[in-house]
């Protein structure tokens, strides 16, 4: 009854709660990111050494690395390769004791590896990568299409890339919050270059076929013959290679003496060709037809979105080379997109929610004082995220979807009893009133339920179920929010809307329309 009476009161502090928590997103102190990270006792530690080195130095690396890793009292077992793709690449894969089992998380314990490595391994390139299999969208081993912060460098210059690739990942070396900051781009393999004199070829009367067959002859040989049953090669067959002596180490000038067949004689390399020593590329990325470079970075303890909203500034104050632009990628593109998906489904679900309650309610504003439930339970949803610091994403999204089913059946058990008396007879003021305390246990009861049934959840007690705390804790603020101010505010909506029908808004100006 005192809420009837002083509904001014009320609904200004409803609505000055409703704006603050509202606000609390845009000025960041409720972060956003695509989702959740997760603490599953595993991760993984790519290694890479300069282009050119062999296995016997990577090896060297990945072990020294293991035996740091292995005294780590939380590691249960790692596991190392070493080569692969290529002999200066190596992996570990890390298995940690269960998340109960230990005090410290999976964050601490990589961000020591890390530490490790720049001091022990400064000249290899080391990224460490939390395995987040639970995760929806997540790569468990880095891959570049679903890294936290990814950049695709556009342009038609390869220098003006390669150049934007350095001072962008020394942009990213100044916002806080980033680890592993890597680019794709590598230093060329050394190679020789052949390009064939055709004027030449023809006036010796050899082909393209022959001075390819010398050259390659002389630097990777010739297979001869196989070696049966080699005790070498655990019984195995060997393939017996011949090459020139001294090949690997030869110059430019050593390949020009190299012997091309030209018709029944024999003249030189240098002859009919002109052989450069350079660097090739170790491989090319395209992007919608452009040659493209991409640098990447894993976040921890900052929100994915607060990274790069400073990222965006930065990059504006710091141009890039000329004709070269950039692109967001990674969970920056599947962010946006997923979070247009949800909120179009959720438009779409109230639009749904209400027409169905028009026909029900046979009007056309009950529904919509029905409908308040929703942003009354967004109060406690966004204050339940700030209070537990989680943050908006995917998870948090789909609760919001999920609460404005639950936190409807408040008013709907209010507003129905309130209409069943009011058919019999009674006033609007004393209908509401009797409705709140006849449905008041039912309400609590119900509310009590669903939120005692999302606590494990919101608790996290497994590994792996980080990824739908945020969702719980949307759930359990909106249901209680919603419960207390349902029970405040939609009573006296629907008390104002009786008193002031919506019809006798417009009778006034209809009825000077019919006077003149």
Known sequence: RWSLTHGKQVIAVVLILFVSTAALIPLGVIGAEYMPRTDESNFRVSVELPVGQNLEMTDAVVSELEQYILTIPEVTYCLSNVG????????????????????????????????????????????????ES??????????????????YLLGSDMEALIKASYQLQAILAKIEGTKDIRSNYRVGVPEFKLTVDREKLKFFNTSVQDVKEAFAGAINGKKAGVLPNDSNNNGRDTDIV????????????????????????MVFLGDVARIEEG????????????????VQANITDRPLNEVLQELDSLLKQEALPEGVTYRFGGQAAEMDSSYGEIIQALVLSLLLVYMLLAVLYESAFTPIIRMLSLPLGLIGSLLFLLFTNNTINVYSLIGFLVMDGLVAKNGTLLLDYTLTLMGRGMSACEALVEASKTRLKPICMTTLTMVVGMLPTALALSEGAETRVSMAWVLIGGLLSSTVFTLLVIPIVFLFFDRYPVRTWFAGVRGCVIKK
């Open 134 to 151: 639970s995760v929806a969208g997540i790569s468990t081993g880095g891959a570049e299409i679903h890294s936290p912060v990814l950049i």
């Open 84 to 131: 692969g793709s290529s002999s200066n690449w190596g992996r570990l894969t890390v298995q940690l004791v269960g998340k109960k089992e230990r005090d410290r998380s999976i964050w601490k314990i990589t961000d020591d590896v890390r530490k490790f490595a720049r001091q022990h391994l400064a000249h290899a390139s080391v990224r460490v990568y939390e395995t």
């Open 279 to 294: 660097v090739g590329p170790v491989g090319i990325t395209r992007l919608n037809k452009q040659r493209s470079l991409i």
């Open 242 to 265: 011949v090459r020139l002596k001294g090949s690997e180490y030869f110059k430019p000038s050593d390949l020009a003496n190299i012997s091309v067949k030209a018709e029944g004689k």
